[in-house]
């Protein structure tokens, strides 16, 4: 039996004891990180990489095993996968601004909105892709801010404009990749099951508003998180 999607629906009892859980352990990792040794700042990052690294191994793995990998639900191209991608690997890469910014950015806005409006696909009803989620989904919303905070990282001027095209150019080639391949990748091709405000219309107009959407919400992360510096 194919695993479905299941939704966790705002405010409720479970939604809220979810992200009490989340942002506690958020917190505590940035608070403990503030003050350790530079030496040991980006040994305590990797610990997160490492995380993200062996939930992502784990979880396709599992997949494979029971038979519920494909290339349409298990590529990493929603914009959580590819953040979770590159915060898997960032770290022990040499510094590469453009793809802390990307991370930055995405896994940012990206998560907070997994966070705000659960939805784990190909939820197969175990406890592991259930916590599975909201460590992948925590880990891409740590990793940048705990980057930019304690290990130097820092966001260019018109980051949050590079931002936008490299999304639009995921856009241009991953909304095409889903009517080949029948997947929803991005939700492109159909909006998700959730109850978003931010989900306006049908097809494809939801999309033409999140346009505007990400804009905002990419320009007032750079201005909140460089406001010292502005």
Known sequence: MQPENYI????SDEWIRN?????SIILAYLFIGKFLKSSDKLKFAKLIALGLIITTIT???RNIINGYWNISDNLPLHLCGISNLIACFILFLPKNKTLFEFLFYAGIIGAIQAFLTPQINNFDGTN???IEYYISHGGILLLPIYMYNNLGYELRKFSWLKMLIYLNI??????PL????????MYLAY???VDNPLIIG???FYVLYWEIIIVIFTYTLYVISTRKKV
């Open 170 to 175: 995921l856009v241009a080639i991953v909304m």
């Open 202 to 204: 049908d097809w494809p």
């Open 178 to 185: 889903n009517f080949q391949i029948d997947s929803n990748y």
């Open 128 to 130: 592991y892709e259930y």
């Open 8 to 11: 966790i629906e705002f405010l």
């Open 19 to 23: 992200i009490i859980i989340t942002i």
């Open 59 to 61: 979880s396709h793995s």
């Open 191 to 193: 909006a998700p099951g």
